[in-house]
């Protein structure tokens, strides 16, 4: 059973949740300008895969769950660990491999880490993280606890035998599972249509016994509106919940990816739906919020953005000698 | 007591079901059908579907949900049919339990315990008589052990649990029948040492799983033509307790490694090297290895038995470094 | 002023062979620069100077073989040279020192040994050299600089540079046109801090890449430096006869390919019990012991030979051998051997040789002044007698089984002992017990007919017994001129160990229990 993309009704959500949906996507979208700066000058290095144009989604979505639900994301993982309240001075640290990153300079941008906040990573291998994230699930039915484990991916993963074994296992478990498909439309080079014979994912997703539906995935309101329905219906005991965000990423794949497969128009065409223009024209037009007052929010992240950047720059790299740990349990 | 290897393993399944309520079993068929080789029937009956938890057939998801739920604090024990199958959650294996600890620079434990049966002899051909030990062995991050004793059947199962860290226990399927002393619930084995299964000195011996039955039936024929062989149970392929091997080969300067799976890039051949490195002042023959042959395991059964390593390939070879 | 000497290339090098010049006098030569091409024997080996300067007189023509340490060449700084001030320049009032080093990085082996008594190098240009040379001039008399027609391993640059970075050229791979050695190869050993570990073999022609020309008499660098054993051993083997200080060339392995093993090694050689001071087992026994049979690739019988070459030189070298020889008569033992083999099936006849080697270990026996090894600057006398035999090969050299304890055989067990020996080493299969560290050697070439043989000792051992053919001459019997039996046995003696009235006694020992054959061979 699957609904076409829905916006948000305007006025459903208070205010001050509007400005702060506002206020994480920008602040998503400039930490990530500010890495490309760093990466050029190689600050960063490794794989940088940016998640600009898709901020509605992790803004949206992780707004709407509690500090005791867990998430699982992917090697596109800087807007969900900024979401989920990661401090951006371990994010930044990590992208610097640092030791006083949040993975304590071993993972990089792809393994965004955090336990104390149930962020259990980014994960490189594509639908890797789903089998795990059952598991996390599956722990909290064991316990008799009513959390979820949100689970984050992307179009190409669907097409992964493991995200059908998962779909599968959960839906037979009643597990309690929300898959967030973010679907920006390439797995990497190649579009969704050139992947999958049936391209509506929601509706594929269904057929494992599972609520499923579309989002418009450039529209921050309609993200919250969605997970909110979705998280309810999975507390409540209705099993896992597949919600498909229709969203595009603006930049390439990654900062190795020459991006010759897309269509310039077509990149456009999305930009015309920025869901950062998007909420703010809105929010302005509401007067919720005005010129000022977005410049106050930018001045803002910009001052937390080179706060941690100094810091990343003057914290310690992890010695040489403590190589071979993190590798086992260190026994005392 | 004397018991079968299989009613060992399921002891000891029992008593860490009894012990600690965070463990559970999940794998394909352990529930409705007690286990593909029989070990946890009954279980059901007794602990009930949360604990005990038929999975469809999908290696790589429950094998991560294992993870996940091991991340999440629970003990799970993930039983994958057969090595083969083990392949299809390899990644989740590689990818998400040896490494999940170290990406996350320390943050997360993963005690999960995996248990695959293993091995050739039945005639079951090439796709499912397969000795995968050395592809999990290669991997830092996860523990690895092979059952090949009866008591061990018994005795690592709680070990393991108590690891922090993902372990790994084959069990051969060649011995869920066979018989040997069990030790009570109280005795655990030490899952970070070698232990010497049959003490000599004219030679080393060192085999794990189902080729130390191998290894000790060419000691006693050894034995009857005056070579007195060590023979060196492995236990722990990962860490290798190279300690045990290197002081074994130090007093007899001569090594012979058994391995039921092939040859070339293979624990035996890891053992080897080991010795090469830490006991080479102390090596006064060249290391010979008895493997597998270089062949996906054949059908037939005369093909089979010549693949496989043999009591007497093995008093070859140590006649061979002895002489 | 310095000189360039003849190097010393490996440690049983004595002498080289001048092949080639690659410089001519005038010429500017600079630290790791090749000058010249040396045959050791071994190979070609091209030779670097290790000084800053001018070549200034050649003083060995190519094609002439000159002792290690022979000057080969003079070299002056050249002119505002860093490090060699012109004299005139110095304000201190000494007189130069002619040999002061051109460049800070001059080992102290390039200056000439105290106890150097060449010449003192010449000016250049004079015509009158000592060491029997002349001044060579070119061949083409202007030094046109022609550049030598053989292929550089690398050019001279990138020789400096390596040698600056600590790395043996010889060792590296050279990844330039024909193999040679470019910068970049240099570079990427720099960076990978390999430490581009020598071969033995070149270990032993440039132990450092800074090694200089030694003036030290090369058996003396030996006893420094034991040589690297590169035959077959194992790790076990090679553990236990560092321990005992037993050289394992004079080992021969019973394993695969001659491998040595522990078995092999003398039974006394025994893991954790270091010998007590004072039975220390001997070094280097310089008979070659190790595989020399066509059957070994490994071992050419070239490399045989210069084995035995290195041995015997090193033993003529520093031996001060004195020689005795004395006429014995073998009726008494000749007969006995007829009376005995007469009644022995013929695979256990006795032959002369094996009634010679008995009287021979009791004669050892009796006189253990010469039963022993010298070591240390002094005589160590051994507790048991184990005979030496050589064995002459087939396909030429020598191998040199041991007859243990043989002062206790029998002329029958010592002939079966003889049999397998030489069984056993004309097969290349010896056992430990063929290995056991000689005290005392014996050779006898009469099989062939030679008169008397006088023998090279092997170091460390102090005699070697040698007998010729028994043959039947005339001589005096009870006044009378008759015909016997009789063979020269002799004596060659480590003269720092005994002298001549031991080498007697123990003769006359000898030819007593050759006139008492029922004793040898009951």
Known sequence: ?332 | MTTTYRQALTDALREALDRDERVFLMGEDVGAYGGCFGVSRGLLDDYGPRRIRDTPLSESAFVGAGIGAAIAGRRPIVEIMTGNFSLLALDQILNNAATLRHMSGGQLDVPLVIRMATGAGRQLAAQHSHSLESFYAHLPGLRVLSAATVADARGMLWPALQDPDPVVIFEPIALYNSSGESRGPDTVTDIDTAEVARPGNDATVVAYGGTLHTALAAAEQLAETGVDAEVIDLRTLRPLDTATIVESVSRTHRLVTVDEGWGRVGIAAEIAAATAEHAYYDLDAPIRRVCTAEVPIPYARQLEEAALPSAGAVVVAVQEVVS | MTEFRMPSLGADMVEGTLLHWYVRPGQVVHIGDVVAEVDTTKAAIEVESFDDGILAAILVPEGATVPVGTPLATIEPAAGSVGAPPSAERTDGEPAPEDTPADSHRDAATTPAADHTGPAPLPPHTAEAISGGREISPPGGGGTGEKPGHDLHATPLIRKLAEEAGIDIDTVHGSGPAGRVVRADINRIKSAGSSNVPSPETERRTAHPASTVSTVPSDKAVQGTPKTYTGRASGYARRLATAANIELSGVQGSGPDDAVRALDLPTDVSERQPAPDGVRPPPPQNVPGDNVTAETPRRSPATARQMIAAAMTRSKRTVPHYYLSSTVDMDAAMRRLRTVNEQAPVTERIVSSALLLCAAARAARAVPELNGFWLDEEFRPAPDVHVGMVVSLREGGILVPTISDADHLSATAMMQAVRDAVARTRAGRLRSRDTVQATITATSLGDLGADAVFGVIPVPQVAIVGFGAVTEKPCAVAGMVGVRPQVTATLSADHRASDGAVGARFLRCLADHLQHPEELCP
């Open chain 1, 1 to 332: 059973m699957t609904e076409s993309p829905a916006g948000a009704v305007p006025g459903r959500t208070d205010p001050g949740r509007r400005i702060e949906l506002l206020r994480q996507m920008m602040r998503i979208r400039r930490f990530e300008e500010r890495c490309i700066q760093l990466y050029s000058t190689e600050k960063i290095r490794g794989f940088l895969h940016l998640y600009i144009g898709e901020e509605a989604v992790a803004a949206g979505l992780l707004s709407e769950i509690d500090a005791q639900d867990a998430v699982v994301s992917t090697y596109r993982d800087h807007g969900h660990a900024l979401a989920r309240g990661i401090p951006m001075t371990a994010l930044m640290a990590e992208m610097f491999g640092r030791s006083t990153g949040c993975s304590g300079g071993r993972g990089g941008s792809m393994h965004l880490f955090d336990a104390q906040r149930r962020f259990y990573g980014g994960n490189a291998i594509v639908a890797g993280g789903l089998p795990p994230a059952l598991g996390l699930a599956l722990a909290d039915v064991l316990t008799d606890t009513p959390h979820i484990t949100v689970c984050l991916f992307g179009d190409g993963a669907f097409a992964e035998g493991e995200f059908h074994e998962c779909a599968n296992l959960a839906a037979l478990w009643h597990l309690p599972v929300l898959f967030a498909c973010e679907n920006n439309q390439y797995a990497m080079g190649t579009a969704l249509r050139r992947e999958h014979a049936a391209t509506d994912l929601a509706l594929r997703a269904a057929g494992y016994g599972m609520a499923s539906w579309p989002v418009d995935g450039m529209d921050a309101e309609a993200v919250a509106e969605a997970a909110r329905r979705a998280v309810q219906s999975i507390r409540g005991g209705g099993g896992p919940c597949f919600l498909e965000f229709r969203t595009y990423r603006f930049r390439a794949h990654s900062l190795y990816d020459a991006d010759r497969y897309r269509d310039k128009a077509e990149i456009e065409q999305w930009k015309a739906r920025d869901p950062i223009e998007r909420l703010y024209g809105q929010l302005r037009n509401a007067e919720i919020i005005d010129d000022r007052g977005y410049a106050e929010i930018e001045t803002a992240i910009d001052a937390e953005i080179d706060a941690a950047i100094v810091e990343a720059e003057a914290a310690p790299l992890e010695p040489v000698a403590d190589l071979t740990r993190h590798v086992y349990a260190e026994r005392q």
